[in-house]
Nanobody, 126 residues
């Protein structure tokens, strides 16, 4: 049974930092990419970052390059999303998701992800 559980969200001050975690279980990690998406009220869900399990190649949205860092701990079957110097625009529900057998040119495509976590709320106070 595929299970993705996000944690680490909460209320954070402007300029603060956080690291979101996504603990994954219930599936083989061969040919897997783990992605992070976010959705703000009134906006569509958008891609933030992704990482391939094998090799650790990372991908970022053009709009967030240099602002987020995605990483993983293979031994713990966990992926992370790090953000320093948070801004109000970072307020959103952040979800992790799994894609399998996806090529690099489509790794940012939301339709390629077949399992999703429940999401964790990040609120940046101003």
């Amino acid at each position: 049974q595929v299970q993705l559980v996000e944690s680490g969200g909460g209320l954070v001050q402007v300029g603060g930092s956080l690291r979101l975690s996504c603990a994954a279980s219930g599936f083989t990690f061969n040919s897997v990419a783990m992605g992070w998406f976010r959705q703000s009220p009134g906006k569509e869900r958008e891609f933030v970052a992704a990482i391939r399990w094998n090799g650790g190649m990372t991908y970022y949205s053009d709009s967030v390059k240099g602002r987020f860092t995605v990483s993983k701990d293979s031994a713990k079957y966990t992926v992370y999303l790090q953000r320093n110097r948070l801004e109000p625009e970072d307020t959103a529900i952040y979800c992790c998701a799994r894609a399998t057998g996806v090529v690099s040119r489509t790794v940012r495509n939301i339709d390629k992800y077949d399992h999703w976590g429940q999401g964790t709320q990040v609120t940046v106070s101003s």
